[in-house]
């Protein structure tokens, strides 16, 4: 048989292309479209490289207290990881180590499902609404544990701290996670609820209101219980995994809030303007708090419209599954990358009428 | 019950002390001595953070190119981590997929039994002999995978290639993993023989020899095949992984091999020096071939001199555990540092025998 018969075999994941091109308008991965703070360049011109030789400090302490501070918790609240896949991931492993399902909707982050599986978790999924909302009462029900997107990926649906909160007060048998990746476009974070309720976990990104993808920093915040369970399964079989850049130029980032509330309060005016200028071209939209748009066009096929996007050098995210195989997932660019979408469009949808 | 019946609980690692005290000489977790190479630094200095707002390359192809460049192999045949753990991690989650159980020895490098554990693979111990060498007749049985540190792991013990040759020959049935994180610092590295052996797989750090424990680079080559199962079982749970600065700067510095032998033979020949030292204070040593001595007092117990050493701000490395419990791992580090431990031991022998 041969040393094959040992190996575990996977789906490979299709993640988002990365082109090389510059030229290409890049609206499928929902980077942000500005650089990163101008404190964090000042910062990385300073960093020695001499310290390099070191292992770097396996609690990122700096990270941890500039995230403590500035979210006003403490420093034994927050659990910093490489990127929040990594973050998600350590927590599937920790906190739904139960034979209870997992609960989480149909329509979500295409990764909870690879993480009960890898983890060999049990879950079953909530099917959303016929306008893509969480029914909360399929959350209210026995189970080993909840997590879904906040807002809701790739809806761009947000759900109210109400909601939630009723959520995690009626499931103190388990750990409710709330996977905050988007929230900085506007929604309201659940974070205020992590004292009150032990069983609540919010997960952040660097990736993308941050515009640190680079970067790869992602973080969790909770009760200290939580954060404790947590670092222990990290620091049983890999203590050391944030670099000191990340560590250094994260703290950095972190403390120049004037520049990120700009940032992104320039991607919302964006996506708000953008949002308008689809729906007159006959395209319906959710309300998306989020830093892309989700949109499903009233006569022509999502799949065609990716294709000839992708033709032009635009890319967008279209995906071949139930529900949403009629909708593209873009990304709020620039308003130059927004207009170039637009002018493009306007003139696709016109061609295609008058065939 | 609460949510904490659904928590994993593990037993927390406890990682060699990073002291903030930079009096300390620091000679327990095996860090270069010497910081990285000046072509790194000068890299760092032209890296552009506007780019950290993008995704990184999944592939990290500049740092697996430079390597496949470096150790003349095709970058297929490349798999770049976030240090060797995360390397080693995911090959035993992807290549020990087996009801038969893993082999490697009692006295290694920590984390195998601990990943073993966290994976669901079973695994059995083989004991070294009692000059700490592997018995390869323990390797020739039925197994569901085999890994061992060479050098190992702390004893700096060195197999030779023909041994590793023979134990891979012999085990066409499973894959076989050898951790090559010392090899720099003067064994023979059995890199040559992955073109002859398919269920061969090597992985190697940046963290030693490379003086970048900071940066979080670790890396494995292998057949194709093998490299091809890793990258897709990586792939398959976690995208984006090593961050902008580990990329740019890991590929700058291994293109810079001059420096990079210059710092490993000044750690050898330190090695040697304080070896020959440390025979005449009283002290056995095993044949090290890591930038480490594994050590034994003929008269003054392990614990006892660990304590010392410590309280005079001197930190090495010691283990309460069967058959290591009297030895202490010393790092190698600069001729300075290794005066000062020599010239305290000498002066807390002499004093210690005339009580």
Known sequence: MGFEQNIRRVEPYVAGEQPE????????????????SPALIRRAEQLSMQQLRLYPDMNAGKLVDALAAYYQVRPSQVFAGVGSDDVLSLSFMTFFHSDRPVLFPDVTYSFYDVWAQLHGIPYELCPLDENFCIRREDY???????????PNAPTGILESVDTIEEIVRKN?????????????????????LVDRYENLL?????????????????????????????????????????????????????????YFRETVNKIIRTRERTGAELAQLGFSLTDSRANFLFVSHESVPAAELFAALRQNRIYVRHWNRPRIDNHLRITVGTDEQMERLLAFLKNYLKNRKGV
Do not use: H, M, W
């Open 140 to 150: 209210l029900r026995p189970n080993g544990g909840i997590i879904f997107p906040n």
């Open 21 to 36: 091109d510059k030229d290409i308008v890049k609206l499928n991965t929902n980077e942000c479209p500005y650089p990163p």
């Open 202 to 258: 919010i997960v952040q990104t660097f990736s993308k209101s941050r515009a640190l993808a680079g970067l790869r920093i992602g973080f969790a915040i909770g009760s200290e219980k939580l954060i404790g369970y947590l670092k222990d399964v990290k620091f049983s079989f890999n203590s050391y995994t944030l670099n000191l850049p990340s560590i250094e130029l994260g703290a950095a980032a972190v403390a120049d809030d004037a």
């Open 172 to 192: 103190q048998d388990s750990v409710v996670i709330i996977d905050e990746a988007y929230i900085d476009f506007g929604g309201e974070s659940a974070l205020p």
